[in-house]
């Protein structure tokens, strides 16, 4: 009866039922022969080398139900749709992109940014985490230069990043350098290794170049990890000198911050003077990297990106081209690293691992490649969303009191990362129109030319 | 001589290893050009199926020759049959809906499906090593002088002979059966390849099943030589094996087996002659030459610049 009533349904919107029920029946086949081995089977050491196997049916089972559910949903609401008429895009997000889009929500942002640590909700923790947000958000506008502006894709940025944290903690710790020595220095040596590096790999081409970017990220890794003299091997640098207020230590003494300024001591003052000092130096990152698409040698970049062998018949040096591309990126990375040493107070190679140049190139990715207010908004998603995976303490109601929420947070990042990318896979503000155009056609008059007019 | 024999027999049995993933890498980069970043995780994914089943069946170390063999052939059919349905999954989820689209799309989603498998292995199966008792043991002395013995045991003996025979079947399908056939013409020119009536998808699907099928092959291999595994075996393996692949001349399949065996070699012979903390800087650091200085790879073939 019910299948008959559906029958008569379906047509009219066009449902093929029984089509959908298999295709939904099969999906979840295929589900039931990935996660019965692989959830349904738990490999438990007893202790000893013996490995005994205990079995999870409702796991599998919550599993498969939830892959029928998802793909049911997806038939009925999403592809039949699509299918049955292409959508216009929604009026809203088509004027968002027609409006440039960094003119009125960039300062907006930044304006909120600013006044974000004298907010009431502020604490500790979120400041913690605006900090974070800030410096990857510097990070990707640097590996922007080189990914989105250049082309060049580099999966071992995080080497400059390592390069300039590591800088900064010896070079403090060696000679006592401050930390306005130090920048410079960090984003400099940062720089040469990019040259160093870059030089011998950047004849390469695109995917090439990315296995060595990558290889050159876990050689630096590893050097760090086993130079123990020189590095302090796995035990990384502690001590890394703290910031201070021009001098002025954030302490609670006589010396301190808030007694030279008269006010009540807080721990705050430290965040929040750490938290501008990453906005300054994102927002230098900014400028820079604004100013420099307008230059001939951002043009060139974008130029370059676009079509490498029209560039080269042109008469551009792609080499050079590149390896300033590749220089900079590295000189923000360096910046970059040596605030996050200041940061922490302590490194080790363990923050420098490949993940951290999959989170940033993820974020240029998501953000749009060569927009910036793009990055800011991936940035704010991806590492805040990271955080916010950290607080569903609500999971363990499902898995048992002792079930740690955080178990959970890189799978859900790994899939949100895939899910955004097929949902907008050039990236939430994409934008691929060069930085500089003639606005207008000029009109030459025709009795200016020899044949017809231009 | 002796030890530098020994460290050949050893090398050769990784290179095996790295080769059968790298082969994955090279088939797919040959057709469609991306780097499937979740092929190392899909060898880890294999690796641990194979430990389930070998632990369901109850195969031990006392289990007479011959159930051994069939066990294993067992374990080997399970663990390819899994491992290739997870390769056909994650192309269809994550790749095919982002073919056409720009180049760094499927990078990403590779490397999100990467992060994610590792994870929900991590999840699903908790972040301590898994240790299997050893069940091949035995071998041959081959050689003896001084105190110094050049062992070669029948692990590395089973390992080597199974990927000369995958090789051997795998070059018979690519050169002589219809799918072969298909896989060389998408290769090629895919456009041109589907007006002419090859089922593109499929043939893409399929590359991703065999790829990943190898990669289960490998995973027990590394299980049965290493006897321990955990969530974190496949970033390793699987730079290491893109490094061969791209050693070898990427899209070439012999390339890849050669380049395993050489990567296998230098991460070998550097762990046994200079140090074993940088063996992996000596294997990058080699691919990083020979890029530079051969930027087709061994046995690729160079490649030419269409306007």
Known sequence: MAVAEAKAIAPSRGLDLPAIIKDC???????????????????????????????????????????????LLLQLLVWNRAAAATRPASPLAQRIGELELGKYLGPVVLAMAILMPFLPFTDRYVMDVAILIVTYIMLAWGLQVVVGLAGLLDLGYVAFYAVGAYSYALLAQHFGFSFWICLPLAGTLAAFWGIILGFPVLRLRGDYLAIVTLAFGEIIRLVLLN?????????????????????????????????????????????MFLY???????????????????????????????????????????????LTAFAIGAMFGGFAGSFFATKQGFISPESFNFLESATILAIVVLGGMSSQIGVVLASIAMIGGLEVLRQLHFLKLFFGADFDPSQLRMLLFGMAMVLVMLWKPR???????????????????????????? | MEYFLQQLINGITLGSIYGLIAIGYTMVYGIIGMINFAHGDVFMVGAFIALMVIIAIGLVASTSFVLTFLALILVLAIAMTIAGILGWTIERIAYRPLRGSFRLAPLITAIGMSIMLQNYIQFSQGARVKPLQPIIGGGYTIMQSGGFAVQLSNIQIIIVILTVCLMTGFTYIITQTPLGRAQRACEQDMKMAGLLGVNVDRTISLTFVIGAALAAVAGLMYLLYYGVIDFYIGFAA?????????????????????????????????????????????????????????????????EIEKV
């Open chain 1, 25 to 71: 029946l099969l999906a979840t086949l295929v589900a039931f022969a990935i996660f019965f081995p692989t959830l349904g089977v738990k490999t438990d050491s007893t202790g000893g080398l013996d490995i005994i196997l205990r079995y999870r049916w409702t796991a599998v089972f919550i599993a498969c139900a939830v892959v029928f559910a998802g793909r």
């Open chain 1, 227 to 271: 130079w123990h003299e020189f590095t302090g091997g796995p035990n990384g640098i502690s001590n890394v000198p703290r910031p201070s207020f021009f001098g002025i230590p954030f302490t609670r003494g006589e010396e301190g911050f808030a007694a030279t300024f008269g006010l009540p001591f807080s721990n705050l003052h430290r965040l």
């Open chain 1, 276 to 322: 501008y000092l990453a906005m300054a130096l994102a927002l230098v990152t900014f400028f820079v990297t604004n100013r420099l698409r307008r230059l001939p040698i951002g043009r060139a970049w974008e130029a370059l990106r676009e079509d490498e062998i029209a560039c080269r018949s042109l008469g551009l040096n792609t080499t050079n081209t590149k």
């Open chain 1, 427 to 454: 990236g939430l503000v994409s934008s691929r129109v060069p930085s500089v155009f003639l606005k207008q056609k000029k009109i030459v008059s025709s009795d200016l030319v020899g044949q017809g007019h231009g």
């Open chain 2, 238 to 302: 699987g730079v290491k094996a893109f490094t061969a692949a791209v050693l070898g001349g990427i899209g070439s399949l012999p390339g890849a087996m050669l380049g395993g065996i050489v990567i296998g070699l230098i991460e070998v012979f550097w762990s046994a002659y200079f140090s074993v903390e940088y063996k992996d800087v000596a294997a990058f650091s080699m691919l990083a030459m020979v890029l530079i200085f051969l930027p087709q790879g061994l046995l690729g073939k160079p």
